[in-house]
């Protein structure tokens, strides 16, 4: 579809998405691209002047534009929320715009604030009573409340600061594991497109599509340099985000208990070939790192709990963390490797920078041979 | 200053008071009623809203007493007459209030309303009327307390009101009788605020007051 605007250069322009049941598809791009355009043609705010937008197969404009809205959720920056009203009613607007009694509504509303992960004693709150946070919160309800398969998100996160906005994003991750609606989500934050979405839509000025990727490849495999430009220089280590650790191939020397002596650990360091020497606790847990250049000059059986030793960082945990978290670990470790441990916190082995380069290559094969083409768009 | 005259004339006094009262009330609210549409219809046309600004400023323009005059061979010399120009007055107050509180209903509500599927009628009088209610009602003081002031003016073509006691205290150089009219009618229009500034807390619990 297009929509030119008289008199100004083409908002969107001979755009061809498709947006798969039950995605998150995120439109990104530089402002005045047309992501927010393209958006509002969805719901009819925005009429296109060529094409059609199709909704399950069917013409959005064979709908009464104010049934079709009732059916698709709509969240917006400054939450949109309306001031007069309570929170609960806020969230039962569609509900009884499509005439439910008002208890049902409240009802349906208070089941919604519980599932945004919001106290429902602030049902009878105003909205200038929240936090900018919460605001959000309900903002989503709200457009929840009527539970529509179809979610049209405009900058939803972009008014909060950054670590509300973090836990906005994990929450509509979390929703999306349990509602599985088809969510449409513009920004113009590179980073929350890649965290969230499953698809993301680059566009370029003047509303034309870049590439329309999933996150892992628009990283991996950028068409052209403008897409490489605006993922950012980065990339490369943002998309190890994409590769678990689960798989990786950890090494168990050197590594000692505290109760341990200095010739067994200067053994151990020996036999790895390793200057650094992990010791851990009684439980297996990591203590810090010791230098062999420190233990060489003690008695051998001084015992290692009796040695200072360095700080270990931060770990990273196999079976959930990705590759990304793998080399910051390894990146802030003294040793230069990183400690990976299991979901108890007991180490389970350290990582190298040569294993963990392995594990890298290997993941980009994988990758490549799951799907060899970038889907790119003419330009 | 003489007491006796207040105790002696108490009947007369509570009798103007009210006649003030009502000279003055009643135009604001008619205002109220007819600004709501003219004012609603200039905030949604562009057009529509320049010349009813005009018309409203040429009206309050003109003197009092002379639209007094000019509506005698109309409706005489009544209350109808005291009445209709002091509603055309509280139009030029009305108007402009309700024109400005539509538009001061934030943008993303209104897109919100739109996109959660209200129909323009509906929109209208369920969210944009209660979010213009504020401004609204401050104008709606203004205009109650300005007629309300203006209906001693009526006194000059026979209409009854604390009025009466100026030009009765002038014409018998008897001060008494015009302190006591001045001080009922700022009593007066301070208990007309009052009670609408309640009227406004009562409406709009989810006003930000911090």
Redesign the interface.
């Known amino acids: 579809m297009t929509k030119r605007y008289p008199g100004a250069s083409v908002a969107v322009d001979a755009l061809d998405l498709e947006v798969p049941d039950g995605k998150t598809v995120v439109l990104v791009g530089p402002s005045g691209c047309g992501k927010t355009t393209t958006l509002r043609m969805i719901?009819r705010?925005v009429e296109p002047t060529e094409g059609r937008v199709l909704l399950d197969g069917r013409d959005v404009r064979q709908s009464n534009?104010?049934?079709?809205?009732?059916g698709?959720g709509?969240v917006?920056?400054?939450?949109?929320?309306?001031?007069?009203?309570?929170v609960e009613d806020n969230i039962a607007?569609?509900p009884l715009?499509n005439g439910w009694r008002r208890a049902k509504a409240r009802a349906r509303a208070r089941d919604l604030l519980k599932l945004v992960g919001l106290d429902p004693a602030l049902a009878r709150r105003?909205?200038?009573q929240l936090s900018g946070g919460q605001q959000q919160r309900v903002g989503v309800a709200?457009a929840l409340a009527a539970d529509p398969p179809v979610l049209?998100m405009d900058e939803p996160f972009s008014a909060v600061d950054p670590v509300i906005r973090a836990s906005l994003q994990d929450e509509l991750l979390r929703l999306q594991t349990e509602l599985r609606k088809t969510v449409v989500l513009v920004t113009h934050d590179i980073e929350e497109a890649i965290k969230v979405g499953d698809l993301v839509a680059l566009y370029r000025p003047h509303g034309r599509l870049a590439q329309l990727d999933t996150p892992q490849r628009l990283l991996g495999m950028p068409v052209d340099s403008y897409v490489s430009d605006f993922v950012g220089f980065d990339r490369g280590i943002r998309r190890l985000s994409f590769f678990r650790a689960v798989g990786l191939d950890l090494q168990t020397q050197p590594i000692v208990g505290t109760d341990s002596t200095v010739a067994k650990a200067l053994s151990a360091a020996r036999d790895a070939g390793q200057p650094w020497i992990l010791v851990t606790d009684s439980d297996g847990k990591p203590r810090g790192w010791l230098p062999a250049a420190r233990l060489a000059p003690l008695a051998d059986d001084t015992p290692l709990g009796n040695v200072p030793s360095d700080g270990f960082g931060h770990t990273f945990t196999v079976e959930t963390d990705s590759l990304r978290a793998a080399l910051d670990a390894a990146v802030l470790s003294p040793a230069g490797r990183a400690i990976g441990v299991d979901s108890t916190g007991r180490v389970a082995g350290l990582l190298s920078y040569d294993r963990l380069q392995a594990a890298v290559q290997a993941a980009e094969a994988a990758a490549q041979d799951a799907e060899p083409e970038p889907r790119s768009m003419p330009t | 200053m003489s007491w006796s005259w207040v105790s002696g004339n108490g009947s007369l006094i509570w009798q103007l008071t009210r006649e003030t009262a009502y000279l003055g009330v009643v135009p604001a609210l008619i205002g109220l009623v007819i600004s709501v549409p003219l004012g609603i219809a200039a905030a949604r046309w562009r057009w529509f809203s320049p010349p009813v600004l005009t018309v409203v400023t040429i009206i309050y323009a003109l003197p009092s007493l002379a639209l007094f005059i000019a509506l005698i061979p109309a409706l005489g010399l009544s209350d109808t007459n005291v009445i209709v120009a002091l509603t055309l007055f509280s139009l030029c107050i009305m108007v402009p209030s309700v024109i400005v509180g539509v538009r001061s209903v934030p943008e993303p509500v209104r897109q919100a309303a739109t996109a959660m599927g209200y129909s323009e009628l509906r929109q209208l009088v369920q969210v944009e009327l209660p979010l213009a209610t504020p401004v609204i009602l401050a104008g709606l003081r203004v205009a109650v307390v300005s007629s309300i002031s203006l209906t001693s003016v009526g006194q000059l073509i026979g209409v009854s009101s604390l009025g009466y006691l100026f030009i009765d205290g002038l014409q018998r150089s008897f001060p008494t009788e015009i302190y006591v009219g001045l001080a009922l009618i700022i009593v007066l229009a301070l208990a007309c605020d009052l009670v609408l500034v309640g009227v406004r807390r009562a409406l709009t619990p989810w006003a930000d007051r911090s």
């Open positions: 719901n705010l534009p104010a049934q079709l809205r009732r698709i709509y917006i920056q400054q939450t949109g929320l309306f001031p007069h009203r309570t607007t569609v715009l105003y909205p200038y709200r049209l």
